[in-house]
Structures are given as C-alpha cells and as structure tokens.
C-alpha cells in the first residue's frame, strides 16, 4: 500500500470515527487509486473530498455545540 493511500484511508476512518462514534464497517482497497467504502465505488481523490466535507460537517457541529453551551453558561451566569 502507497503511503499516500495510506494517508487518505487513514484520515477517512478518523474523521469518520470522530463524526459517526464508530468504525467504518465496509472499506476496502481495490488497488492504488480506487477503494470502495458503504459498497460504492470510489476513486481516491473522491474519497478525499468525501473526507474533507466530512471534516467540514465534523467542525460545523462542533461549532455549534460550543454555541449551544457557552449561551447556557452565559443564560446560568445571568
């Protein structure tokens, strides 16, 4: 396996563990540029921007939970 390949499988699983709560059930190599994850084909690079909107989606609702706490701390403080 490329490290290249390795990097993009490996940044996939982590921003999927960290928005999902679980591993990735169904992902496998078919060779240097395509994988297929959730039974679908896909090349390397969509798996990076797949993973990238996901990183996206991941820091969106982080951000949003943040807000949610810091206007209850400031609504308790009040």
Known sequence: MSS????????????Y??????TPTDLKILDRNWVIV???????????DV???????YE??????RSIILRLLDWFKG
């Open 60 to 65: 969106q609702a982080t951000a949003r939970k």
């Open 38 to 48: 959730n039974g679908v084909r896909l090349r390397l690079s969509d798996l990076e």
């Open 4 to 15: 290249s390949l390795r990097v993009v499988i490996q940044n996939y699983v982590e921003i």
């Open 17 to 22: 563990r960290k928005l999902y709560q679980r």
């Open 51 to 57: 993973t990238h909107h996901m990183r996206q989606e």
